[in-house]
């Protein structure tokens, strides 16, 4: 067979490889461009809305061409719903969590993914298995245990972990360890050995090999991880309203709620309100993307 006839025949599968590629190059655009704007949309809508006067909303509905658009909205929002004082009061909540679970989560995974002891599968396990519990079915025991817990009057007015600022910094600590030991641990096992046996050689001990030698080397995947904590528990809403009674002490979710019972008619003020809460949460993503993106692609280009 001559190179020609060779040619002929490579040319239609090697024009039929490079058609399928760019069909499938179209697709995943068409997908990501469609995912997109689905996930857009509703927060297109909402700014939109909370733009609108409540009367011109009333009168033309809320699909319609606006025929003027105020920050009105926000300024309401942020006064009649006391957003300032329920907004710190999230901040009193999400900093400690986040620091202490950070921290927490860091020290069990340098003891399972860098000490060799037995137990170190089980504690895993253990603290994987954590995860899988819905928060639904602890509810009424956690209840009980937050009525009995003694706590510092410095820390609970009423003395009990009940009704505390402490008592959601907890139960939100205890439910995310479990997620970054497994993140973390996962990571800290991609660390070379050899870098710990020569600090052993050089005299470094346990604590020093993991805050000086681990947690730097840790930094991407912590502003990863500190990124979705911040998130998840600062739009925690559940916690919030089963174990805090007293509604000033309730973190910024639950100002939106009770801002919603007031003025259940008026969506244009509640969606000026749920921008505003929103913000903080896309400022630490901001301030934290590119560790948070290079912490999401560690996994691909280690093997």
Same mark, same amino acid.
Request: charged share 10%; hydrophobic share 50%; aromatic share 12%.
């Given at each position: 067979m001559t190179a020609a006839a060779v040619s002929e025949r490579v040319r239609p599968a090697r024009a039929s490889g490079t058609g399928r590629a760019r069909v499938g190059r179209i697709l995943s655009y068409v997908l990501m461009i469609g995912a997109t704007v689905l996930w857009i949309t509703p927060i297109v809508f909402t700014l939109y809305v909370s733009l609108r006067p409540y009367s011109e909303t009333s009168k033309l509905g809320y699909v319609s061409l606006p025929r003027s658009l105020t920050f009105d909205n926000y300024r309401q929002a942020w006064t009649q719903s006391d957003m300032l004082h329920f907004f710190l009061n999230s901040v009193a909540i999400t900093v400690p969590a986040v620091i202490l679970t950070l921290f927490f989560a860091s020290l069990v995974? $340098?003891?399972?993914?860098?000490?060799?002891?037995?137990?170190?599968?089980?504690?895993?396990?253990? $603290?994987?298995?954590?995860?899988l519990l819905p928060q639904q079915v602890i509810i009424t025991p956690l209840y009980r245990l937050y009525l009995? !817990? %003694?706590? %510092? *009057? $410095? &820390?609970?007015?009423? *003395?009990l972990l009940y009704n505390s600022i402490i008592g959601l910094v907890a139960i939100n600590v205890a439910f995310q360890l479990g997620f970054c030991v497994f993140v973390l641990s996962n990571f800290m096992r991609t660390v070379p050995d050899e870098m710990y046996e020569a600090a052993v050689?050089? *005299?470094?001990?346990? #604590?020093? =090999?993991? #805050? =000086?030698?681990? @947690?730097?080397?840790? =930094? %991407?995947? &912590? /502003?990863?991880? /500190?990124? &979705? &904590?911040t998130t998840w528990i600062y739009n925690d809403f559940f916690w919030a309203i089963t174990l805090i009674e007293t509604g000033s002490r309730r973190p910024v979710t639950s100002a939106l709620a009770n801002?919603?019972?007031?003025?259940?008619?008026? +969506?244009?003020? !509640? /969606?000026?309100?749920? @921008?505003?809460?929103?913000? %903080?949460?896309?400022?630490?993503?901001?301030?934290?993307? =590119? +560790?948070? !993106?290079?912490?999401?692609?560690?996994?691909?280009?280690? *093997?």
């Amino acid at each position: 067979m001559t190179a020609a006839a060779v040619s002929e025949r490579v040319r239609p599968a090697r024009a039929s490889g490079t058609g399928r590629a760019r069909v499938g190059r179209i697709l995943s655009y068409v997908l990501m461009i469609g995912a997109t704007v689905l996930w857009i949309t509703p927060i297109v809508f909402t700014l939109y809305v909370s733009l609108r006067p409540y009367s011109e909303t009333s009168k033309l509905g809320y699909v319609s061409l606006p025929r003027s658009l105020t920050f009105d909205n926000y300024r309401q929002a942020w006064t009649q719903s006391d957003m300032l004082h329920f907004f710190l009061n999230s901040v009193a909540i999400t900093v400690p969590a986040v620091i202490l679970t950070l921290f927490f989560a860091s020290l069990v995974a $340098f003891v399972v993914a860098k000490v060799n002891i037995k137990i170190n599968v089980a504690l895993l396990i253990v $603290f994987t298995a954590g995860n899988l519990l819905p928060q639904q079915v602890i509810i009424t025991p956690l209840y009980r245990l937050y009525l009995l !817990i %003694p706590v %510092p *009057g $410095f &820390l609970s007015e009423s *003395g009990l972990l009940y009704n505390s600022i402490i008592g959601l910094v907890a139960i939100n600590v205890a439910f995310q360890l479990g997620f970054c030991v497994f993140v973390l641990s996962n990571f800290m096992r991609t660390v070379p050995d050899e870098m710990y046996e020569a600090a052993v050689v050089d *005299g470094a001990s346990l #604590w020093t =090999r993991y #805050w =000086r030698l681990t @947690m730097p080397l840790c =930094r %991407p995947a &912590l /502003a990863a991880l /500190a990124t &979705l &904590l911040t998130t998840w528990i600062y739009n925690d809403f559940f916690w919030a309203i089963t174990l805090i009674e007293t509604g000033s002490r309730r973190p910024v979710t639950s100002a939106l709620a009770n801002l919603q019972g007031q003025f259940v008619s008026n +969506q244009n003020l !509640i /969606a000026a309100a749920a @921008m505003m809460v929103a913000i %903080p949460t896309l400022v630490v993503y901001v301030l934290l993307q =590119r +560790q948070f !993106i290079s912490g999401l692609t560690l996994g691909s280009t280690k *093997g």
